[in-house]
């Protein structure tokens, strides 16, 4: 289930929130004013959910050796 980010129009707060990708976003309402229905932001995403070696370069294991070209 993604998280989505979401900021609040009236007092400006911004949280994150664990929604299915079909969910409509019609309940939701800010966790500090109250107001219904905020914003969700558009945030960057890590393709694959992120890294194994935990540093972010989308990698995890050794580089595949370099193809050789033969003839």
Do not use: H, V, W
């Amino acid at each position: 289930m993604p998280i989505y980010e979401y900021r609040c129009g009236k007092c400006g707060s911004e949280f994150e929130q664990f929604r299915r990708i079909g969910d409509n976003d019609d309940d939701l309402k800010c966790p500090k004013c109250g107001k219904e229905k905020p914003e969700r932001k558009l945030s960057a995403t890590s393709p694959g959910g992120g890294s194994a070696c935990g540093c972010g370069c989308g990698g995890g294991s050794k580089p595949s050796p370099p193809k050789m070209k033969i003839g």
